[in-house]
């Protein structure tokens, strides 16, 4: 864990060598501020049909962890809110969720 999926308007939705980059980006954030290790990173972006609001919705899943400071969590989401408008040209909202480990229960 972390788990980062981003919700991407269908219409606005980048090209596959965008969302590379921006793959790449993400994923270093969560091994390099995170300190997460880097086979339990997932990205994942999901094409939507837009109603209101950010063209983008990210939504962080993270294992509490004592390093994962509230100012930790406050860099990570500045930088990969600034990644996604850097790659997309588009601005997202960002929510992050915390979880105790005795909380997850996971396979593979």
Do not use: W
């Amino acid at each position: 864990m972390p788990n980062v999926t981003l919700f991407i308007s269908q219409e606005k939705m980048p090209s596959e060598e965008t969302l590379t980059m921006l793959t790449q980006e993400c994923t270093a954030l969560c091994t390099d501020l995170l300190g997460a290790a880097l086979d339990k990173v997932h990205i994942i972006y999901v094409a939507v049909r837009h109603g209101r609001g950010h063209p983008v919705f990210a939504e962080i899943q993270f294992r509490l962890e004592v390093f994962r400071t509230a100012s930790v969590m406050e860099k990570f989401m500045e930088e990969i809110g600034d990644s996604i408008k850097r790659n997309t040209d588009l601005s997202a909202r960002i929510r992050c969720f915390g979880y105790p480990t005795e909380n997850i229960h996971a396979r593979n």
